[in-house]
């Protein structure tokens, strides 16, 4: 009876100077004579008029282990997401790959780099920017059929009619770790065959991450080609036709290109590979300048265009490093390389540290080269 009463009394003088610490209760029942009959009651009868709810002191020390777990998980949890979408690249490329392929072995030629019979009489040399490419010859293997349909190869690609598909974003042309602002290329431009110089700005156009690769660069000239074509060296789609008129690029169609062209072997050559963020420009993961001006608008934007191609729509190293340079090499955000993809189908990870020599072997077709992927 007397542990109760003096329970009691400690809970009412608890009350009346609202003392809600351990340690104050403690030091009070101190001062009191009968504090041994106190500790034969339980502590928590003394606390239970405590007021429920965590403390400020608690609530920084949850928050705190929170923010330091949260820190801790964060770069893993961005590891996985990279990883997620590398993959999903990677699945985009090899998709490609399948529908080059299929239109290989039905077509017996690979897509030409560019297609349209809108062509003026004579051609002139603005026709190479709004001509279809070698992605919209894929389309109906890449279960595209419907927007295929649409099509009409006797208009050019940037007609106005076509701006509604043309900026259909399709996912498997665009790489999920891009990380440019700009979803759609800027300044599409009509073509006019009376009077080239007369355009208009038709919209825009849907991006494209990956771009086929042209060839390698080398030092010297070959043959007669002109300035343009002097240091390629041609990779898997072979070289083009053009005829010459006052040093310019007159594009009269493609020659047809077949997979048993490569005698460097299917699994030595490249197909496509990535050349993320374009028309910005990029380099060593910064942009460097949002769409940059050459002097020629359409020459700049329609190659960046995954519906347009034009004559320079295509890839050569030219003995830039994987990473450097989304303007003149292989190009992407992943971390430490880009994925490629081969002509025998396959889809290689080529790592920033690649050496230039074999990405000049594996960006040509008959050179002679074997050099076996790691």
């Not at 009489?121 to 919209?136: G, L």
């Not at 038709?202 to 300035?227: F, K, L, M, Q, W």
């Not at 590979?273 to 949002?290: C, H, N, V």
Request: glycine fraction near 6%.
């Amino acid at each position: 009876m007397v542990s109760v009463n003096l329970a009691e009394a400690v809970i009412a003088t608890v009350r009346r100077q609202k003392i809600y610490s351990v340690e104050q209760i403690l030091a009070h029942c101190a001062s009191i004579p009968w504090q041994r009959s106190l500790r034969k009651f339980p502590i928590e009868f003394v606390m239970r008029k405590r007021v429920s709810g965590f403390t400020k002191i608690e609530l920084i020390a949850v928050v705190s282990i929170l923010g330091i777990l949260i820190a801790m998980t964060m770069p893993a949890l961005q590891r996985v997401r990279e990883s997620m979408r590398r993959t999903t690249c990677t699945n985009n490329l090899r998709q490609v790959g399948l529908a080059i392929q299929s239109y290989e072995s039905s077509m017996r030629q690979l897509p030409s780099l560019y297609n349209g019979s809108f062509r003026a009489n004579p051609p002139t040399v603005e026709e190479e920017f709004h001509c279809y490419s070698w992605r919209v010859s894929i389309l109906p293997q890449l279960e595209q059929s419907a927007m295929f349909a649409k099509i009409d190869p006797s208009l050019p690609a940037t007609e106005v009619s076509n701006e509604s598909w043309i900026n259909s974003e399709l996912a498997v042309f665009q790489c999920p770790s891009t990380s440019t602002p700009n979803r759609y290329v800027p300044d599409i431009q009509s073509f006019n065959k009376v009077v080239p110089a007369n355009f208009v700005i038709v919209g825009t156009a849907a991006r494209s991450d990956y771009e086929i690769i042209g060839g390698a660069g080398i030092n010297d000239s070959v043959g007669e080609r002109p300035p343009y074509l002097s240091h390629i060296e041609f990779g898997a789609w072979g070289e083009p036709t053009y005829k010459i008129e006052a040093n310019k690029l007159i594009p009269v169609s493609y020659r047809t290109a077949k997979f048993r062209d490569i005698s460097d072997g299917l699994s030595n050559t490249m197909l496509v590979a990535e050349r993320s963020a374009r028309p910005d420009w990029y380099k060593d993961g910064r942009l460097y300048e949002s769409w940059p001006y050459s002097g020629n608008r359409a020459f700049d934007n329609h190659q960046a265009a995954w519906a347009i191609s034009t004559h320079f729509a295509w890839l050569a190293p030219h003995n830039g490093r994987v990473n450097h340079d989304n303007m003149s090499g292989i190009y992407s955000f992943h971390d430490s390389g880009a994925n490629c993809l081969f002509a025998d189908g396959s889809v290689q990870f080529v790592g920033e540290s690649a050496d230039s020599v074999i990405l000049n072997a594996w960006s040509t077709r008959s050179n002679g080269e074997s050099v076996q992927h790691d």
